[in-house]
């Protein structure tokens, strides 16, 4: 039997929220952040978890957490994930056992980019230090990553 959840991930830098919660008003479901989740769960933001416990921790948490959804039997709900969560196995697993969308497909690596460079609470270290020439690098390094995972889903 399949479940009634959409998860929504997508490329850093899509507009991933602004999708999962545009399909849940659209299906008439309930919209779900992981990561409000996790925050309400663990009392520390996202970024937090990471610079104190690294990007390891904050991974272990999203599985927990999508572990606790699928235990629970909700349905009728949309899911918004982080940009990174594909790369867990575990995370991934639970994922596609249900619908996902990946938001920022029509999106050029530029505007991606563009909106990435200006968010302020991204855990994403590289795009907090360093120059705009060695963040720009390690986003392009990040942004083939995905298009590799995203291609073979």
Same mark, same amino acid.
């Given at each position: 039997?399949?479940?009634?959840?959409?998860?929504? !991930? *997508?490329?850093?830098?899509?507009?991933?929220?602004? !999708?999962?919660?545009?399909?849940?008003?659209?299906?008439?479901?309930?919209?779900?952040?992981?990561?409000?989740? %996790?925050?309400?769960?663990? *009392?520390?933001?996202? +970024? $937090?978890?990471? /610079? /104190?416990?690294?990007? =390891?921790?904050?991974?272990?948490?999203?599985?927990?957490?999508?572990?606790?959804?699928?235990?629970?039997?909700?349905?009728?709900?949309?899911?918004?994930?982080?940009?990174?969560?594909? &790369?867990?196995? +575990?995370? $991934?697993? %639970?994922? +596609?056992?249900?619908?996902?969308? %990946?938001? *920022? $497909?029509? /999106? !050029?690596?530029?505007?991606?980019?563009?909106?990435?460079?200006?968010?302020?609470?991204?855990? =994403?270290?590289?795009? &907090?230090?360093?120059?705009?020439?060695?963040?720009?690098?390690?986003?392009?390094?990040?942004?083939? $990553?995905?298009?590799?995972?995203?291609?073979? %889903?």
């Amino acid at each position: 039997m399949k479940k009634n959840l959409i998860f929504v !991930t *997508g490329f850093l830098g899509a507009p991933i929220e602004e !999708t999962a919660r545009q399909l849940a008003e659209k299906n008439g479901w309930d919209f779900l952040s992981v990561d409000d989740e %996790i925050q309400k769960t663990d *009392g520390r933001s996202i +970024m $937090r978890i990471c /610079m /104190m416990m690294g990007e =390891h921790e904050y991974r272990n948490k999203e599985y927990e957490t999508l572990q606790n959804i699928a235990d629970s039997g909700r349905t009728g709900l949309v899911i918004c994930c982080s940009d990174g969560i594909l &790369h867990d196995d +575990m995370s $991934r697993a %639970i994922i +596609m056992e249900n619908e996902l969308v %990946i938001a *920022g $497909r029509d /999106m !050029t690596r530029e505007q991606l980019w563009e909106n990435a460079s200006k968010l302020e609470t991204s855990y =994403h270290a590289f795009l &907090h230090f360093g120059t705009e020439e060695e963040r720009r690098k390690a986003f392009n390094d990040f942004y083939e $990553r995905q298009c590799q995972l995203f291609s073979s %889903i």
